[in-house]
């Protein structure tokens, strides 16, 4: 992420808390992008790990999908997120599903590359030794700089920003800042800020939240459809949470476009890069849509 993708970011709105609790998915893909980086950067502040940071943060937001209805003020949203990812990366690290990447022997290494054909071996071992290099860093962070260094360098190196995304204040992000440079020399931390900025989650990780809600989906869906069976009108019952296994994540999806798009599009373009931006906004949204129909669909096939 680049600092000038940073100043752009536009904020939490209370509108869109709103409406996707009312069951607007656009709203929620435009919550998902405005708070991406602030999700993971706790995440990854507990975990340490960048892959498992990202499963975690994709599981508090489908968390937060489901319970967002019963959030009683929209402008608790963002402290109510950090607090369920916080819960989710803490339980996920007492649990024993932890797959302690770190702990991988170098031939393991290798052989992961060399079943995944999309980068070379050399390229995946020096992501993989960058991957763990950041983690000892912020392994040897204080426990209360973590989630500030993080954010700090993913937000284009912004106290304000931080303090706003975190709600502290601005003199507390910068003491922590100053913690953790007291902690870590200098050349290891700014090393450390250019793997935070090469980790930070991209739209591939907006694109999993929403085949996140969409898995989810159908099984609530069949839960729905079999209680109103026994009420009467399973059909329409089943029609009717077919057609919202669809919807959502289409909806999900495509707000997640359009509000990537519209961030690029404030940047001033030429004529030649706007009619170019405007032929791949529009196969981005059939591709989008082409993916939020099949997806659920693929799960009605299924016996």
């Given at each position: 992420m680049s600092s000038l993708a940073s100043a752009v970011r536009a904020p939490v709105k209370e509108t869109d808390v709103l409406a996707a609790a009312s069951g607007d998915a656009h709203a929620f893909g435009r919550l998902v992008e405005a708070s991406k980086s602030t999700v993971c950067s706790i995440s990854l502040a507990i975990v340490r790990n960048?892959?498992?940071?990202?499963?975690?943060?994709?599981?508090?937001?489908?968390?937060?999908?489901?319970g967002l209805a019963r959030l009683k003020n929209p402008a608790s949203f963002l402290p109510w997120l950090r607090q369920?990812?916080?819960?989710?990366?803490?339980?996920?690290?007492?649990?024993?599903?932890?797959?302690?990447?770190?702990?991988?022997?170098?031939?393991?290494?290798?052989?992961?590359?060399v079943v995944d054909p999309s980068p070379s071996v050399a390229e995946?071992?020096?992501?993989?030794?960058?991957?763990?290099?950041l983690a000892r860093v912020l392994d040897e962070l204080?426990?209360?700089?973590?989630?500030?260094?993080t954010l700090f360098y993913r937000e284009g190196q912004?106290?304000?920003?931080?303090?706003?995304?975190?709600?502290?204040?601005?003199?507390?992000?910068?003491?922590?800042?100053?913690?953790?440079?007291?902690a870590i020399r200098e050349e290891l931390l700014e090393k450390?800020?250019?793997?935070?900025?090469?980790?930070?989650?991209s739209p591939v990780f907006s694109a999993g939240v929403a085949a996140a809600v969409s898995?989810?989906?159908?099984?609530?869906?069949?839960?729905?459809?079999s209680a109103s069976a026994k009420v009467g009108g399973?059909?329409?019952?089943?029609?009717?949470?077919?057609?919202?296994?669809?919807?959502?994540?289409?909806?999900?999806?495509?707000?997640?476009?359009?509000?990537?798009?519209?961030?690029?599009?404030?940047?001033?373009?030429?004529?030649?890069?706007?009619?170019?931006?405007?032929?791949?906004?529009?196969?981005?949204?059939?591709?989008?849509v082409l993916i939020g129909v099949t997806f659920p669909l693929s799960f009605q096939l299924v016996p």
């Open positions: 960048v892959g498992e940071s990202e499963d975690v943060a994709q599981e508090a937001y489908l968390e937060a999908w489901k369920l990812t916080r819960h989710r990366a803490r339980n996920f690290l007492r649990s024993q599903r932890r797959r302690r990447r770190r702990d991988l022997s170098v031939e393991e290494e290798i052989l992961e590359s995946a071992l020096e992501t993989r030794e960058a991957d763990h290099r204080p426990d209360e700089a973590r989630e500030v260094i912004s106290t304000r920003q931080v303090s706003e995304l975190l709600g502290l204040s601005e003199a507390a992000v910068r003491q922590r800042l100053t913690r953790a440079r007291r450390a800020g250019e793997d935070l900025v090469r980790t930070a989650p898995a989810a989906l159908p099984a609530a869906s069949a839960l729905g459809a399973s059909l329409a019952a089943k029609a009717g949470a077919l057609l919202a296994s669809i919807l959502v994540p289409t909806g999900l999806l495509v707000g997640i476009n359009e509000f990537n798009f519209r961030r690029i599009a404030a940047g001033s373009l030429d004529e030649e890069e706007a009619e170019g931006f405007r032929r791949l906004r529009w196969t981005s949204l059939v591709f989008f």
